[in-house]
């Protein structure tokens, strides 16, 4: 089973990615974490995809694609998996779609969160992240047990560089030009439009409600291997 994951930045993806792969025992693949995660090492992708993410704008469609196909070879996706931010542009679409097909995987789950341009920057602007484990809070509606402190491992929150309100309305203007045709590319496909402004466990609600059947196959694909 693959899930494909859409919505503008601050949607709430990240934070329902976790819930759906916890629930499904598959995992979730993010290459915005992958391209930070990069950066972190001090990769030369890494550098070179930094400057790009600080401004805003998109990494180079083949090397998040390279990225990509080197993270999808590792065992832990042979059941199937979630894309969080990838595909973003049409041609990344057509990688993927390709891909998938070369491995024989069953046609994509597309869920598309849908939230309000004015919500998403101000909800973006009071996120926060541990930088160890990677959980998402929020200071207005998923606030940290203690202030500034991770709940799982008291780890003190940082501020993702490109949440700030600029490079928020960059990455949102972004999102609408490029990413927008990517949707009309999986119109035909599995496709399910949900409202994301709602709190968090309403939303999975939602979700798991129209992924239970795929539950049902992950299941039985485990059980034959
Ligand atoms: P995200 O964590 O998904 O919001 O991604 C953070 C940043 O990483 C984006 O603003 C882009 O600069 C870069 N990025 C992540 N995924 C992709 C992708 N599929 N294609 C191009 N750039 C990406």
Known sequence: MVLLLFGPPGCGKGT?????????????????????????????????AHSIMSNGGLVGDDVVSQMLVRRLALSDCRHGFL????????????????????????????LHLDVNPSVLVKRMSSRRQCPV????????????????LCDDDGTVLIRRKDDHESIIRERLKGYD??????????????YRRIHGDRPPAELFDEIAAILEPCFVKVRQSRGRH
């Open 16 to 48: 329902q990615s976790r819930l759906i792969t916890n629930w499904l025992g598959i995992p979730a693949i993010s290459t915005g974490e992958m391209l930070r995660a990069e950066y972190e090492a001090g990769t030369g992708l890494g550098i070179a």
């Open 83 to 110: 894309l969080d931010g990838y595909p973003r542009t049409v041609p990344q679409a057509k990688f993927v779609d390709n891909l998938l097909i070369e491995k024989g995987a069953p046609p994509v789950q597309v």
């Open 133 to 148: 484990c990677g959980q998402i809070y929020n200071l207005v509606n998923q606030r940290p047990k203690r202030e500034g």
């Open 177 to 190: 030009q490029v990413t927008g045709p990517v949707l009309a590319h999986y119109a035909s496909a599995n």
